[in-house]
């Protein structure tokens, strides 16, 4: 009999337990948009370089190689089409105007960090003259940065989306365990889920002005118009699919929650949400993506703080700069949505065991 080498069984066992994580991981990896990474692992502990190279070239090559093909013709096409604010910027042009949004945003940040630090003081020294009752916080109201207006329309929609989520998903709980339900809310979804954010707008405008009298409260006026134009365009997906999730349960699970006498809560908690859950994930990331785009047309229509209101105000500023700023813009706007998808994508593949991309 041959010798076994001791040595060689180890690193055959640390190799294999390796491999063993590289692909539980490669699923996470998937739904962070990351799979070519896993091929590189591989590649590194040397497991079929020709299978793994092809593995990189399909998963980080080609797109890599779609970007560049995209930014050439930019680059080539966009000086032949000019404007009444000049030729339409190229890549280069557009990163520099990056770097100045960017630049713009540290001016700004040093400039409320300094009236900040002068109303701290003001206020120290009312204190100490034991005038304690003329402190007054000021808020400070220059103008917001490029990443302020960003995080402004993350926020409302994700405010909308999660008011929608919430009249959504029970709504369509009822109409799909219960056909009377159904009956009633399908006429409803079949009427409003066609209506164009542009036709909701100027009705949430009007309804928010008469019933949120004053501006004081705890949301602005502008941040529930637009928050509540995104509930009204965006619940329409999770309902729908809700519906079709709780509706498609198998019809056997629903006998054997009758032998066993389940109640309403046992059957609804342990039978039909985890069944539907993969739909109602897919309606979720469907109805977060349609208010995105619905925020951020309202948000130029209406002119609410956002990168909505940001792209209005360049179009009309007509500076120079302004087309570059514009295409920023724009970029931000698809970079974020696709990252809004892989957040709901990794929070349906956590919650199922959905295997869809």
């Known amino acids: 009999m041959t010798a076994v080498d001791p040595v060689q069984l180890a690193a055959q066992h640390r190799r294999a337990v390796w491999f063993t994580r590289i692909n539980k991981a490669d699923a996470w990896f998937a739904v962070l948009g990351l799979a070519w990474v896993t091929p590189l692992l591989k590649l590194s502990f040397g497991d079929n370089p020709r299978a793994q190279f092809r593995d990189l070239w399909r998963l980080l090559g080609v ?41 713009d945003a540290v001016v700004k940040w040093e400039k409320e960090a300094k009236f900040e630090e002068r109303l701290a003081q003001r ?72 209506v164009s954010p542009l036709a909701w707008l100027p009705i949430v405008t009007m309804v928010v002005s008469a019933v949120y009298a004053t501006n004081d409260g705890f949301f602005a006026k502008s941040f529930l118009v637009s928050a509540i134009t995104v509930t009204l365009c965006s619940l329409w997906p999770t309902l729908i699919n809700t519906a079709l999730g709780v509706a498609s349960i198998d019809r056997d699970l629903i006998s054997v929650s009758r032998v066993l006498k389940m109640g309403p809560y046992a059957k609804l908690t342990k039978l039909v949400l985890p069944s539907a859950l ?30 909505g209101k940001f792209v ?3 179009f009309q ?3 120079s700069q302004s087309l570059a700023r514009i295409i920023v813009a724009v970029l931000t706007i698809g970079i974020i949505g696709f990252l809004l998808d892989r957040v709901m994508f990794a929070m349906q593949s956590f919650f199922t065991f959905s295997t869809q991309r």
């Not at 989520?165 to 066609?194: D, E, H, R, Y």
């Open 63 to 103: 797109p890599l190689l779609s970007i560049a093909v995209f930014l050439m013709l930019w680059a080539a096409l966009a000086p032949r089409v000019v404007t009444s604010l000049g030729a339409i910027p190229g890549p280069a042009a557009v990163w520099e105007e990056a770097r100045g949004l960017h630049a």
């Open 123 to 194: 206020n120290q020294k009312l204190v100490e003259a034991g005038r304690a009752d003329e402190v007054k916080q000021i808020a400070y109201t220059g103008a917001p940065t490029y990443y302020g207006q960003i995080a402004t329309s993350i926020k409302t929609v994700f405010f909308g989306f999660l008011i929608a989520s919430a009249v959504a998903i029970p709504l369509g709980i009822a109409a799909g365990l219960s056909p009377t339900a159904n009956a009633a809310l399908n006429p409803l979804i079949q009427i409003f889920k066609p």
């Open 278 to 307: 993969p739909l109602i994930f897919t309606g979720l990331r469907l109805s977060l993506g349609v208010g995105w785009m619905v925020l951020i047309a309202a948000e130029m229509l209406a002119q609410n703080p956002g990168l």
């Open 312 to 314: 209005w105000d360049e």
């Open 317 to 319: 500023n007509g500076s």
